[in-house]
């Protein structure tokens, strides 16, 4: 998607606007599941075919820009707060929560402790999540600036909590 007149005059700026950092987080969420299904489809071939072969270490790329891209996705959530957290039925993994500008995202806690986050509610659900075709999504050039803006500690967010 070509990048708005808008969002490049808030690059300028240096201002990043709630529905901006939305789609941007959306943005690499989105390209990060495209990747971890590329990386799911590899493993179920290689199920089905043990002799067949990654000769082109496309497994390992696919990895990489996944993590890229969840790197991203953990750098803009960092301009949020959790609202709760979901506990994933079948698997028993822990995710904090995050809602802005009708997008909500999910983020896994690593070492999940009761003690250390009593304050959120935990809510037991199942959820799965999907890529998306990447025309739709706004440019990871934006999203890199945006990032920019953020390592910088030079720029204006305004976001009221519940918005």
Known sequence: ????NEYNENIKNRIITPIML???IYSVNKRAKNYRDKIFE???I???NPHWTDKFGNVENWAAKMD?????KEKMLSLLKPEFIHRKIKTGEYFFCY???NYSFHSPIGDYSEDMYEKYEVIDVNF???????KSLVSVQLVKKVIDL????DYTFEYAENA
């Open 42 to 44: 590899f493993d179920s």
């Open 22 to 24: 939305a789609e941007c």
């Open 1 to 4: 998607m070509k990048t708005s």
């Open 128 to 134: 799965s999540t999907e890529g998306k075709e990447v």
């Open 46 to 48: 290689k199920r089905n």
């Open 99 to 101: 809602s802005i500008c």
């Open 150 to 153: 953020i390592n910088s500690n």
């Open 68 to 72: 890229e891209y969840y790197y991203m």
